[in-house]
């Protein structure tokens, strides 16, 4: 299995790579558009939304989370994403959907840190450092990953629609195993987010700001 993912990998990457072109451009297009939305805030929204922050930044010291509580949460909401990306993978009326949620990752990534590093300067820096880096290591790439199996299992669905000589069962149990292994990065992001990030928010909350 393992063989064959690293093959599929390899293929994709010499054979297919529109498809990780699109997939990194609909992501970045959504990055850009969540930094233009955030400077682009009212300023009532703007004012709101730095007055919960500085409430976050005076309280973080002291948050103590229910580690097993948001683990579960956090795992849940990590896995529908990837989860669904994988049924709509299988479907090819499915693939605008599929890019729509690459866009909105993207865009919530954007917004969160331009808004962060333009409204509190080296403080923002640091929070966006230690509270939204550390998982996204992980998440973003898995989403990226997702996307881009997605999107080519799709193409080959049409190709056999077309041509019904087109095998796709071997290419179906691969698209399958390389998505639990992206579902396993995904879930290893949910770790870093729920017993390494708090550390590191209590850490720059009780000794930077």
């Known amino acids: 299995m393992t063989r064959r993912i690293r093959g599929f990998l390899v293929s994709t990457l010499r054979q297919s790579w529109p498809f990780y072109l699109t997939i990194i451009l609909i992501f970045a297009i959504g990055v850009f558009a969540g930094s233009s939305g955030a400077q682009k805030l009212q300023a009532e929204q703007t004012q709101e939304l730095s007055l919960y922050l500085d409430q976050f930044i005076r309280q973080a010291g002291l948050i103590e989370v229910d580690s097993a509580k948001a683990l579960k949460d956090v ?20 693939i605008p959907v599929m890019l729509g949620i690459i866009f909105t990752r993207g865009f919530v ?16 820096v640091i929070l966006a450092l230690t509270a939204i880096l550390p998982q996204n290591i992980f998440f973003v790439p898995a989403l990226l990953m997702g996307g881009v199996a997605s999107l080519s299992f799709t193409i080959l669905l049409a190709r056999r629609f077309l041509n019904s000589k087109v095998v796709v069962w071997p290419s179906f149990v691969v698209y399958s195993g390389l998505m639990l292994i992206i579902t396993v990065l995904s879930t290893w992001g949910g770790l870093v987010e729920v017993y390494f990030t708090p550390f590191l928010v209590k850490l720059a909350a009780n000794y930077i700001f």
């Open 109 to 124: 990534l954007g917004f969160a840190i331009t808004f962060l590093t333009g409204e509190k300067s080296l403080q923002g």
């Open 75 to 94: 795992i849940y909401n990590n896995i529908v994403v990837i989860v669904a990306i994988y049924l709509l993978g299988l479907t090819i009326i499915g």
